[in-house]
């Protein structure tokens, strides 16, 4: 009731803003209007802050219904944002009955005690989750997915022996962004 009451309350406006990154077109934000909007950034920066995170959270729906979310490492190749996982498994199933997902990201965040506030850069995005299916396509993700987390391992051969155990275990998923935000405190 609470919820009702607060919605049919609140005047919400809408705004369909495109932005476009590497060719790409993205609906920026929709439907409901960031309240803040001091803090409120583009795709780019949003893009960025995808690029940048150690690990984001990836929210889908279970087939039963009730939502799921895990943190996941993302990677941005070419300006699209990719993760990888198991093949099967919860949120295997969740993806393949349901594709709509919704990415949490936090790039970087400090505590300001003194403004009883926090320092940080998020982004917020939205699409449709699609599994990489084109072999080379899923290599050249794994390998920047490597090149990002594992820098110290930069021995090809080890890369490749890794590669010839996982390969047929892992997947890729790719996302198809619809919607995309950043938001920034600084202090």
């Known amino acids: 009731m609470w919820l009702a009451r607060t919605f049919n309350t609140r ?6 803003v495109i932005s476009v990154i590497s060719g790409r077109t993205f609906n920026v934000r929709s439907e409901v209007s960031m309240r803040m909007k001091n803090k409120e950034r583009d ?6 802050v995808f690029r940048d995170c150690d690990y984001m959270t990836v929210a889908v729906m279970n087939p039963d219904g009730t939502p799921y979310c895990v ?4 990677i941005v190749v070419d300006d699209v944002i990719y993760f990888h996982g198991a093949k099967i498994g919860q949120k295997a199933d969740a993806i393949s009955h349901n594709p709509a997902v919704c990415l949490s990201a936090v790039s970087f965040e400090r505590s300001v005690p003194e403004m009883y506030s926090v320092s940080y850069r998020s982004a917020v995005a939205s699409g449709k989750c699609v599994v990489v299916s084109d072999d080379a396509e899923k290599i050249k993700v794994l390998q920047a997915t490597v090149e990002k987390y594992a820098k110290s391992n930069d021995s090809q051969a080890v890369f490749d022996e890794h590669l010839d155990e996982e390969f047929a275990y892992v997947c890729v998923y790719k996302v198809d962004i619809e919607q995309i935000t950043g938001k920034e405190s600084k202090f």
Do not use: K, L, R, Y
């Open 43 to 48: 795709a780019i920066f949003a893009m960025d």
């Open 71 to 74: 943190p996941v490492s993302p």
């Open 11 to 16: 005047t919400f406006s809408v705004i369909s």
